[in-house]
């Protein structure tokens, strides 16, 4: 979760508000579940060019980055292949995903709250009060899709530019050090000591199969930053739903058939937008309070003009 990113040295949009809810909800969540799976992090962002140097002094010299940031001077220890320059962004954090999903779906198991199988869009009804799926009644159904919305045939109208990414789990024990490291690909040990490291962007290849290609592309990298052995003992894929027309979230009811919602977009920031996102829906479907116009699932750009509101 980073308040920083791309090669821009962008701000994400909404970024304090993000920030606000992530810190707020992920405490709440590790209470409700007893088990730590949040952490406030330190990133160790490193530039890749003097060209990106000097952007970050013009960024810094805005004023509008110093509350996300910590050390901003010359950075050189044993992890590193060579002298580098960089900063810290102290503004950050981590969602241990798999075990968050574990802890849940156990929680869901014990409490009969989770059905496994197949579904099927042609069983939905659509009541003048609500939705009925097989032998479940609801007020509403919120799909959490990702990139395969593409095949739900109430919201495929939202087009998306999906993008496939791998991850390697290292085995690393001279890597020590605390903070996640990004140049490029990140480096950094979980809370459970695992050592991760990625990401790779592709675009044709929509799977989450694991690719030689891939794997090459993330070794090849630490190699050339750092100066740790590794062994991978692990390799996953997966995809990103990015929304084609603007690269942001869709959250909110489907514009005809309002007993069906969506919260999906979130492609490569969704550790840092769901807890915002996740909150506007709930308020929006419990309280009738307005979803954030550029989150809206509503607005006008994702679709065609008869069929928006």
Known sequence: ???????????????????????????????????????????????????????????????GYVKYIGQTDSIATGTFSHSVNGFEITR?????????????????????????????????????????????SAKGIIFCEGYQMSRNPFF??????????????????????????????????????????GTTYSWDRLDE?????????????????????FEVIGHTAGVRPVIRADNRPVIGRHPQYRSLAILNGFGSKGVLQAPFATEQLIAHLEKRKPIHPDFNICRNSLWPQQMTV
């Open 1 to 63: 979760m980073n308040p920083i990113t791309g090669k821009r040295l962008n701000r994400p949009y909404l970024i304090d508000e993000l920030l606000t809810a992530a810190f707020r909800v992920y405490p709440q969540v590790e209470n409700l579940l007893g088990t730590p799976i949040f952490q406030r992090r330190t990133i160790l962002r490193l530039h890749r060019s003097e060209i990106e140097q000097r952007q970050w002094k013009m960024r810094l010299a805005s004023g």
């Open 92 to 136: 950050a954090g981590h969602l241990d995903v798999p075990h968050f999903i574990k802890i849940v779906r156990d929680r869901f198991f014990a409490t009969a709250r989770l059905v496994e199988t197949e579904f099927d869009y042609s069983e939905i009804q659509i009541l003048d009060q609500g939705t009925k799926w097989r032998d479940y």
């Open 156 to 197: 495929n109208a939202i087009e998306l530019n999906p993008a496939k990414g791998e991850i390697l789990n290292l085995h690393a024990p001279e890597f020590s050090e605390e903070r996640i490291i990004q140049h490029g690909k990140w480096l950094f040990r979980t809370q459970s000591g695992d050592v991760k490291a």
């Open 209 to 229: 199969t694991p690719t030689e290609t891939g794997r090459q592309q993330i070794e090849d990298a630490l190699r050339n930053f750092t100066n740790i052995s």
